[in-house]
C-alpha cells in the first residue's frame, strides 16, 4: 500500500474550516485514501473515503486532486470537539486482507 | 456502522501474568483486527484475527506472545501472554462489515504492567 505524508500538527480557529492535507504521491489506480481521527482518550473514528471523486459526508468532504497524489480533508466550521489527531491512509482496494497501516497523523488543536 | 464492546477497559498486572481482552461486536463483521498504541504513538496493526483459522501476524508480532482467537464473526479475544512492563499500552480491536467500508474500533484496553 501506498505511504502518505502529512504534516505533524495543524492549528485552526474556531468555526473556521479546517484544512488537513496528505500527500500520496505513489498511489496507485486501485487504492482508496482513507480518513480517520482519534481524539484523545478514545479509540479512532472512520470519517470518510474515497477513490477519485470528491465525497461529502456529515462529518467533512473529501478532496482528490486529478492526479490522486494528494488530498485534502476539510471539516466546514470546526469545533473544539474536533481537536485530534487526524491519520491518512492508503489502502488497496482489492486487497483481500482488509488491513490498515496507521502513519504518525496530523495533530490538529482547534482554538477558541 | 456497528459497535464493538471491549472489556476490560483497564487493567494493572504483575510481570509475568497473562491478560486477555474480549471483544464483541453487535453484528457479524467480516474481519476483525487487534492494533497496540504505546504511549504518544500511533496505531501499530498486530494480527487479522481469522474466523475459525489461525490468526494472521504482522512482522514482529508471534503468536505464542499474543494467543488470538476468533470462534464466531462477532467475537474474538486476544491474549497477552508472559507480560513485561516492555507490554504497557493500550490495545484496541477493530472489526469491518464489508471489504471496502471503514473501520470502526473498540474504545481500547489500556494495561499497565508492573
Known amino acids: 500500500d501506498a505511504k502518505t505524508t502529512q504534516p505533524t500538527s495543524m492549528d485552526c480557529a474556531e468555526g473556521r474550516a479546517a484544512n488537513l492535507p496528505c500527500n500520496h504521491s505513489t498511489i496507485s489506480g486501485n487504492e482508496y485514501v482513507y480518513w480517520y481521527r482519534q481524539i484523545h482518550s478514545q479509540g479512532p473514528q472512520y470519517i470518510i473515503h474515497?477513490?477519485?471523486n470528491n465525497e461529502t459526508n456529515e462529518m467533512a468532504s473529501l478532496i482528490i486532486t486529478e492526479d490522486r497524489k494528494s488530498s485534502t480533508l476539510i471539516l466546514p466550521h470546526a469545533t473544539l470537539r474536533d481537536t485530534a489527531v487526524y491519520y491518512c491512509?492508503?489502502?488497496?482496494?482489492?486487497?483481500?486482507?482488509?488491513?490498515?497501516?496507521f502513519g504518525q497523523g496530523t495533530t490538529l488543536q482547534v482554538k477558541p | 456502522s456497528a459497535v464493538i464492546s471491549q472489556k476490560p477497559s483497564r487493567d494493572i498486572c504483575q510481570r509475568g501474568t497473562s491478560l486477555t481482552i474480549q471483544c464483541q461486536v453487535d453484528?457479524?463483521?467480516?474481519?476483525m483486527f487487534w492494533y497496540r498504541q504505546q504511549p504518544g504513538q500511533s496505531l501499530t496493526l498486530i494480527a487479522t484475527a481469522n474466523q475459525g483459522s489461525e490468526a494472521t501476524y504482522e512482522s514482529g508480532f508471534v503468536i505464542d506472545k499474543f494467543p488470538i482467537s476468533r470462534p464466531n464473526l462477532t467475537f474474538s479475544t486476544l491474549t497477552v501472554s508472559n507480560m513485561s512492563p516492555e507490554d504497557s499500552s493500550i490495545y484496541l480491536c477493530s472489526g469491518r462489515a464489508a471489504p471496502n467500508e471503514g473501520l470502526f474500533f473498540g474504545s481500547g484496553t489500556q494495561l499497565s504492567v508492573l
Open positions: 474515497g477513490l477519485k
Open positions: 491512509i492508503v489502502r488497496s482496494r482489492s486487497s483481500n486482507t482488509g488491513k490498515l497501516i
Open positions: 453484528s457479524q463483521v467480516t474481519m
